[in-house]
Structure formats: C-alpha cells, structure tokens
Nanobody
C-alpha cells in the first residue's frame, strides 16, 4: 500500500518560515513527479510547486521567490521550504506524487493526508 506521509506544518508569524516534508513509502515504485498543493475552505486545491523527474521545477506565481521545492531521490522525499510567509499562505498543504510500479502500465497519482499551515501574528 503506497502512502505519502507529510510533516512540518504548523503556525508561523508573517515573515517567518516553515519546511514541509513528504515521504513516499509502501513497496517498490518509481517516483515520476512530486508536487505540493494547497487548499483553503470553499476553494479548489491549487498547485503550489512541482518538481519533475529531471529536476525542473514549477511554482505558482504567488510563491515564486519565497518557496523552494526539492527532492531527496534516495529517500523518496520531497520538501517545500517556505520563506517570507504571509497570512494568505494559510491553507492545508497536500503532497502529491505520480508513481509507476512494474505491471501498472501507466503512472498513478497519490495524495497525502494534508498538513495545516497557519500564518498569523
């Protein structure tokens, strides 16, 4: 059973920083892409940052220059370093991974359970 386990959420003050981590576990697989999304009440889940297999990254305009996504390939882990946090960054952050396992034929998307990030003074 493949699982994505997130950690690192919490409360930060405006201008502060948090680091999210997400570990993929549960057997043998290849991670193709990993990403972070976020969602606030009443709104759709939105892409925050994505890192593809070759290491190229994509960011939402609202977080460019403040957030950085990275991967530890050996540990099946993706990180989101969030700096200069603002109240509008408050949301539940979800880890997402596109995985491929022998015999599947195509990738499958998995989601973490979500971790709350709150930015307030």
């Amino acid at each position: 059973q493949v699982q994505l386990g997130e950690s690192g959420g919490g409360l930060a003050q405006p201008g502060g920083a948090l680091r999210l981590s997400c570990v993929a576990s549960g057997g043998m697989f290849t991670i193709i892409n990993m990403a972070w999304y976020r969602q606030t009440p009443g709104n759709q889940r939105e892409l925050v940052a994505r890192i593809v297999g070759g290491g190229d990254t994509t960011y939402a305009d609202s977080v460019k220059g403040r957030f950085a996504i990275s991967r530890d390939y050996a540990a099946n882990t993706v990180f989101l370093q969030m700096n200069s946090l603002q109240p509008e960054d408050t949301a539940v952050y979800y880890c997402n991974a596109d995985l491929l396992r022998e015999g599947w034929g195509r990738t499958r998307a998995y989601w973490g359970q979500g971790t709350q990030v709150s930015v307030s003074s």
